[in-house]
């Protein structure tokens, strides 16, 4: 999304060519490929392990972080793995994302029209929102030293980037969209005025 921005806003008349079906469906397939051959190292890595005592992780879901408190083996080799995939694939994409937003904002600033400004700048803040959102608590859990949060804490990030981020997306993309703001102008109107038909009559 953050190339398509890029493209839309610093290239728009290259933007048909840019962003052609062929390279759109590479752009998806790069994704769900790098995701999916993420988990093979862990997985092996995970599959040499020796497990003793409980056999309940402190979650709801198998996240690795509470996995590896099961474990009676040594896992300094897995935080190693998690530091350098996670350098990998999260810190470097991140970085390239600001940085294709860095030149999106310099294109913005040229443009003389306020209302044009305006209307790129809403665009891009919704997809950068839920950026900084999901990678910044990924970033937290996978990429800080274990003794830096508690489990709980732990816990709390792994609902945010799993459950709360995914729950707000919708919201956060309509949030632009004119319709919607309209219709929630009219939900908020209608509330308010029914909280002052009642008002009035118990008076």
């Known amino acids: ?102 030149f999106i904002i310099t294109a913005l600033m040229k443009i003389t029209s306020s209302e044009g400004r305006r209307k790129a700048f809403s665009t891009c803040s919704s997809h950068l929102t839920v950026l900084v959102l999901f990678y910044g608590t990924i970033m937290c859990i996978y990429m800080s030293p274990s003794s830096t949060f508690s489990l709980e804490q732990d816990k709390m990030f792994a609902i945010l980037y799993t459950v709360l981020i995914p729950m707000l997306n919708p919201l956060i993309y309509s949030m632009r969209n004119q319709d919607v703001k309209n219709a929630l102008r009219n939900l908020m109107f209608r509330k308010q005025y029914k909280k002052k038909q009642v008002s009035n009559m118990t008076i």
């Open 1 to 102: 999304m953050a190339y398509d921005r890029y493209v839309a806003i610093c290239k728009p008349l290259h933007y048909p060519l840019l962003m052609s079906k062929r390279n759109c469906i590479l752009l998806a397939a790069s994704s769900w490929i790098s995701g999916i051959l993420d988990v093979i190292p862990f997985l092996d890595v995970v599959s040499h392990y020796s497990f003793c005592g409980s056999n309940e992780i402190n979650r709801f879901f198998c996240d690795p972080n509470a996995l590896l408190k099961l474990s009676c083996s040594d896992t300094q080799n897995f935080k190693i793995l998690t530091l350098s995939e996670g350098g990998f694939l999260a810190v470097i994409p991140f970085l390239f994302t600001l940085s294709s937003y860095a």
